[in-house]
């Protein structure tokens, strides 16, 4: 006998396993509009409290990818290797590495998505280029991975709208640091996009839905279960997520910063280096180009990669990709030009000391106050505004350094924002090591 909507939520309230014939139905009516939002929320709910077990996360995914239609790869020549992050704050490596990847061999058919929570999303990112088209017809999203190595688009409403679905409920219902509902979210995803390869970048700390290392590692442990059982080689990178990756936080703000790094210059505009950043995107091409047998081991693809990132092959191959999706690659060349927030404001160090604290999230939460990220499901974004940091951890500041540079538009109540983000920060006495970048490079 099939259970009623109210019978399956019930069910997996009170912690018992669901048959997979439930888990399908509910799914399945779910998209159809037969289940209605506030009954998807309250099932997302009873699974965020309850879990589910390996085999009920396998079946969820199968049915997420079933819920619409799988991508047909099959005439992309080459190894089709895919990254996909858990969600960060300033989280822009594939903004990077996926031209990267492809300028050194590898077919990236890239699905991204938009902010979840207080994380950034690749898609809101590139969408503040004007005129980039992130939803492509299949023939075309082929064609430009064919032509280009690499495209990044949005999920259609045909591939995995379950998961299209679920995700902007989670991303307003408080439901997102859920094991068997990010493992299903991405790996439906990228089942139904047809890669053969996906490396995972499973973020921890302040800033990330993992806040422990075991809980990333739990992550880890289950996506490759799962996507074993869905036959392709999924690797992860548990990567450090206590204070934002690079400088910048905000969608223009953080494509800006990555152009600094594919056009090949050290230093950004306030002569910063954005180490973590570049580490992080090499280290984990590295893992893709092993995948992808483009070479022998890691050590010889992270070679590859700092010779791609050097000699303006990855700059040219974003420049095709944007260009490919429609973007106007005329706001590339100099994009500090074309920031468009109203207010510029610096915010000054008031003592000296050393950084022992960004929180993350609370620094993601603020950019939603910026007009920067969501509160609302489909809510439009104000790209141009953000934060751009000139201090890391363990960084030494005096009295009058500039902390951050906030960009905002004139709606923001910018004192507000300013004591919010002082107390994300903080400067103390004792000096405190910055935490290690990459806190596992394989999870076996
Ligand atoms: N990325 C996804 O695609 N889904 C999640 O649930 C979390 C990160």
Not at 215 to 242: H, P, Q, Y
Not at 354 to 366: F, N
């Amino acid at each position: 006998m099939i259970l009623s909507a109210p019978q399956i939520i019930q069910k997996k309230r009170d912690e018992i396993p669901l048959s997979a014939e439930e888990i399908r139905s509910f799914v399945m009516g779910s998209i159809k509009g037969d289940i209605p939002d506030y009954q998807t929320s309250a099932f997302l709910m009873a699974t965020f409290f309850s879990g589910m077990s390996l085999d009920e996360t396998t079946t969820l995914t199968k049915a997420m990818v079933e819920s619409g239609e799988r991508l047909d790869l099959s005439h992309i020549k080459g190894p089709k290797v895919d990254k996909h992050s858990t969600g960060g704050v300033g989280d822009k490596v594939s903004l990077i590495i996926a031209p990267l990847a492809a300028a050194c061999g590898l077919k990236v058919p890239m699905m991204a998505g938009r902010g979840l929570g207080h994380t950034g999303g690749t898609i809101d990112k590139l969408e503040s280029i004007p005129g980039y088209r992130a939803l492509l017809e299949k023939e075309e999203f082929i064609r430009i991975v064919n032509d280009v190595g690499c495209a990044i688009i949005s999920q259609s409403e045909k591939v995995a709208p379950a998961d299209r679905k679920f995700y902007a409920l989670r991303d307003v219902t408080a439901t997102i640091e859920c094991v068997p509902l990010i493992t299903s979210s991405i790996l439906s995803k990228k089942i139904a996009e047809g890669a053969e390869g996906l490396v995972m970048d499973i973020k921890v700390g302040s800033g990330a839905f993992m806040k422990r290392k075991t809980e990333a590692v739990t992550l880890a442990k289950t996506l490759r279960a799962v996507a074993k059982k869905a036959g392709f080689e999924l690797r992860s990178t548990i990567s450090n997520m206590d204070q934002p990756l690079g400088y910048a936080v905000g969608n223009a703000l953080e494509v800006y910063e990555c152009i600094e790094i594919m056009k090949g210059e050290d230093l950004n505009p306030y002569g910063l280096a954005s180490l973590d950043l570049k580490e992080l995107t090499i280290h984990l091409c590295a893992q893709m180009l092993e995948i992808g047998k483009v070479v022998k081991n890691v050590a010889e693809g992270r070679k590859l990669a700092i010779a791609k990132l050097k000699d303006g092959t990855t700059w040219k191959k974003f420049k095709e990709l944007v260009a490919a999706q429609g973007g106007d690659i005329t706001t590339l060349e100099e994009p500090w030009r074309y920031m468009k927030a109203d207010r510029v404001i610096e915010i000054k160090a008031k003592k000296r000391g050393y950084v022992t604290e960004m929180h993350s999230e609370s620094i993601g939460r603020l950019l939603t106050v910026l007009g920067g990220g969501r509160n609302k499901v489909g809510e439009q974004l104000d790209h141009s505004t953000g934060f751009f940091f000139h201090r890391k951890l363990g960084s030494m500041v005096k009295p009058e350094d500039t902390l951050v540079t906030i960009f905002a538009n004139s709606k923001t109540d910018l004192a507000q924002v300013e004591e919010e983000l002082r107390n994300c920060i903080k400067i103390s006495t004792a000096k405190k090591t910055a935490p290690k970048l990459i806190v596992e490079a394989n999870v076996k």
